[in-house]
């Protein structure tokens, strides 16, 4: 009886090793990708700030220009 307790104990923590090291893989892939989505995400967000704030600039100017203009 104490043979089998024994060979279910080693068993077990052969399952937790195995677990363990796939998270461990699995964490490995993950956050790598994850970085670069999160680093693409950031270069799309500064791109399109920039694409704001010269469309606002360009208006701007527009603006200013007509009220220029109507006040002559």
């Known amino acids: ?3 089998i ?3 279910a104990v080693i068993a077990l923590a052969v399952m937790v090793c195995g677990t363990l090291g796939l ?10 990708s994850a ?6 995400d950031v270069l799309q967000a500064r791109l399109s700030t920039a694409v704001v704030e010269r469309r606002l600039r360009t208006l701007a100017r527009a603006i200013g220009r007509t009220d220029d203009e109507g006040d002559a």
Not at 23 to 32: D, F, K
């Open 23 to 32: 998270l461990a893989w699995t964490v490995g892939i993950t956050i790598p």
């Open 1 to 3: 009886m104490a043979s």
């Open 5 to 7: 307790l024994d060979l």
């Open 35 to 40: 970085l670069r989505r999160a680093r693409r």
